[in-house]
């Protein structure tokens, strides 16, 4: 997102509009998943807000390799 855009509520705007969209289609859904790295605390602020909870965590790893 474009630092002028920040600040507005946009991404949470956008993912509880998706919720919205998501539970209007499909009215027997039991839940929804989403995926937020741990160092994103906006989002993370957003899924806790609306009601997210974590349910795992996984870990990636890289390794550099040197010619």
Do not use: C
């Amino acid at each position: 997102m474009l630092p002028e855009h920040r600040g507005h509520s946009l991404a949470r705007w956008m993912k509880a509009e998706a919720i919205r969209q998501a539970r209007e289609r499909y009215p027997y859904l039991d839940g929804l998943l989403t995926d937020t790295i741990d160092s994103n605390r906006p989002m993370r602020a957003i899924n806790d807000a609306l009601g997210y909870i974590p349910t795992h965590q996984r870990v990636t790893l890289q390794l550099a390799l040197q010619r």
